[in-house]
């Protein structure tokens, strides 16, 4: 399978920024995306990279190196309700999602 | 009103029982998963429909079965609950007609077996 690796747990203070790193294998790669899970709920939807470069969505970018199979996720300003999993996914061609083990995000004051 | 919904959202059942794991949809969406998420693991596939005649095995099938009653409904089946199966369950839509194919995800079931 295709595997996707990013840290278990990272701690950031408020207002702060934060960057969560996310590793992937190329082959067969077509897009990577970034969703948030509080706990007990949903993943909700943050982004979805398929060409180089940074991607900034208000307080949230996503940066994506298809060459290095390497993508981050950047949080600015960070507030307490940013304390949250981050689930990176990569999308791959013929295949379904896969995910990585999420990122546990605790925003201290 | 969601946009994805799971019932039941909490079961507690013992090892051997059947239980039905139910998914609706309003989105209109044509793909539909399931998935369930342990801790440490993240979220691992186990069957997924693109439409109402197409099902297919994820990576976790087994132990697991699903229907596809309509577009919107989407159920999955524990034949025979074992312990291992404790987990928090997602069911997800995606649109096939979008480049992204960003699924939704329903609130979770979370099952846990006795």
């Known amino acids: 399978g295709q595997n996707i690796d990013q840290p278990t747990e990272m701690t950031a203070t408020e207002g702060a920024i934060v960057q969560i790193n996310c590793t992937y294998q190329?082959?067969?790669?077509?897009?990577l995306f970034w969703y948030q899970q509080h706990a007990g709920e949903a993943p909700t939807f943050l982004s979805y990279?398929?060409?180089?470069g940074l991607e900034e969505k208000g307080r949230f970018s996503s940066f994506l190196s298809r060459s290095k199979g390497y993508s981050y996720l950047l949080l600015k300003e960070l507030q307490m309700k940013d304390s949250a999993s981050y689930l990176c996914a990569g999308d791959y061609y013929g295949q379904n999602f896969v995910f990585g083990p999420g990122t546990r995000l605790s925003v201290l004051p | 009103d969601a946009d994805v919904t799971q019932t039941p959202r909490n079961r507690i059942t013992k090892t051997g029982k059947r239980i039905m794991l139910e998914c609706s949809q309003t989105k209109g969406h044509d793909r539909m998963y399931w998935y369930r998420q342990d801790p440490g693991l993240g979220l691992r596939l186990i069957y997924y429909?693109?439409?109402?005649?197409?099902?297919n095995k994820g990576e976790i099938s087994d132990g697991y079965s699903v229907s596809r009653q309509a577009q919107a409904k989407f159920s999955l089946s524990l034949e025979s609950a074992i312990p291992n199966q404790t987990a928090l369950y997602f069911c997800a839509t995606s649109d096939r007609g979008t480049i992204t194919d960003t699924q939704y995800f329903g609130p979770g079931t979370r099952l846990t077996v006795l």
């Open positions: 190329t082959s067969g790669f077509n897009g």
């Open positions: 990279n398929v060409l180089d």
């Open positions: 429909s693109f439409d109402v005649k197409d099902i």
